[in-house]
């Protein structure tokens, strides 16, 4: 297998962005957060996941990681806060992912990884994997995932295997998955195609924790992870964008019509 030495590097230059997420299958974007929007989604995250902790929610993947069980996963914070809708219907993030599976699109789910301390990695795996291969020519889904904390290579940046993405498979037993961290700053986008094999890097750090914010998106003949019908708080339909809505699933591009209508 022959793929590219590096990942592409990050820029605040979208059209860029997206000419790397369309030949690498990767792209991040700094400073797309920032302020005090940065620090409300991070407190928010930080919070929601302390309540699943205290409340016996928490959730950790231990059979997927090499070492121990320090990752934590917070699923559907669309219902944790306002700040995150604003992340799920972002229109930098919605820019680059519809750049890649157009329009209409939904979103699949909204959760978020934190890696402690001594975190160990996670299998390399490709997001597209539900597929049965061979896979399509072109991606059927893709993530953007918005960096809370600095991501680097000693608290766990997330890693990928470059130009993976360009043989529309898994990863099997024979495959040389070596893989390179995307190193980013707090508040940057990364946005990646369902193709690319990536993991979770080792945080190898004494005290730091390294946060992701992933929304999952595919095309519409997809059903989403999270049932968003039963999980939702009625309050994030209530209030939400027209493109939030669509991507939700609560339009006819998602699950259908209504009484021979579109939902709302």
Same mark, same amino acid.
């Given at each position: 297998?022959?793929?590219?030495?590096?990942?592409?590097?990050?820029?605040?230059?979208?059209?860029?962005?997206?000419?790397?997420?369309?030949?690498?299958?990767?792209?991040?974007?700094?400073? +797309?957060?920032?302020?005090?929007?940065?620090?409300? $989604?991070?407190?928010? &995250?930080? #919070?929601?996941?302390? @309540?699943? %902790?205290?409340?016996?929610?928490?959730?950790?993947?231990?059979?997927?990681?090499?070492?121990?069980?320090?990752?934590?996963? +917070?699923?559907?914070?669309?219902?944790?806060?306002? $700040?995150?809708?604003? &992340?799920? #219907?972002?229109?930098? @993030?919605? %820019?680059?992912?519809?750049?890649?599976?157009?329009?209409?699109?939904?979103?699949?789910?909204?959760?978020?990884?934190?890696?402690?301390?001594?975190?160990?990695?996670?299998?390399?795996?490709?997001?597209?994997?539900?597929?049965?291969?061979?896979?399509?020519?072109?991606?059927?889904?893709?993530?953007?995932?918005?960096?809370?904390?600095?991501?680097?290579?000693?608290?766990?940046?997330?890693?990928?295997?470059?130009?993976?993405?360009?043989?529309?498979?898994?990863?099997?037993?024979?495959?040389?998955?070596?893989?390179?961290?995307?190193?980013?700053?707090?508040?940057?986008?990364?946005?990646?195609?369902?193709?690319?094999?990536?993991?979770?890097?080792?945080?190898?750090?004494?005290?730091?924790?390294?946060?992701?914010?992933?929304?999952?998106?595919?095309?519409?003949?997809?059903?989403?992870?999270?049932?968003?019908?039963?999980?939702?708080?009625?309050?994030?339909?209530?209030?939400?964008?027209?493109?939030?809505?669509?991507?939700?699933?609560?339009?006819?591009?998602?699950?259908?019509?209504?009484?021979?209508?579109?939902?709302?």
């Amino acid at each position: 297998m022959t793929t590219r030495a590096t990942l592409p590097a990050p820029t605040n230059d979208l059209e860029r962005a997206e000419h790397d997420l369309e030949e690498h299958g990767i792209c991040a974007v700094t400073d +797309v957060l920032e302020g005090e929007t940065l620090r409300a $989604v991070k407190d928010g &995250l930080y #919070a929601a996941a302390a @309540a699943d %902790r205290t409340w016996g929610r928490e959730e950790r993947f231990a059979a997927d990681y090499a070492h121990d069980e320090t990752n934590q996963r +917070v699923w559907n914070v669309l219902s944790r806060g306002p $700040v995150f809708e604003n &992340l799920a #219907a972002h229109p930098t @993030a919605l %820019r680059l992912v519809r750049s890649r599976l157009g329009w209409p699109m939904l979103l699949g789910n909204l959760s978020a990884n934190i890696t402690g301390p001594g975190g160990g990695e996670m299998m390399v795996h490709a997001d597209q994997r539900f597929l049965q291969e061979p896979w399509p020519a072109e991606p059927q889904g893709a993530n953007a995932a918005w960096c809370v904390d600095d991501f680097t290579v000693d608290n766990g940046a997330t890693r990928f295997v470059p130009g993976s993405h360009l043989l529309n498979r898994s990863p099997r037993p024979e495959d040389d998955t070596s893989s390179v961290p995307m190193e980013a700053p707090a508040g940057s986008l990364v946005v990646f195609d369902s193709r690319l094999w990536h993991q979770t890097g080792f945080n190898r750090t004494a005290d730091r924790r390294r946060a992701a914010v992933f929304g999952w998106y595919t095309r519409t003949m997809y059903r989403p992870q999270e049932n968003w019908f039963l999980s939702l708080d009625p309050a994030v339909v209530q209030f939400a964008s027209e493109e939030l809505l669509v991507l939700l699933g609560y339009k006819t591009y998602g699950f259908g019509m209504v009484n021979g209508r579109s939902p709302r």
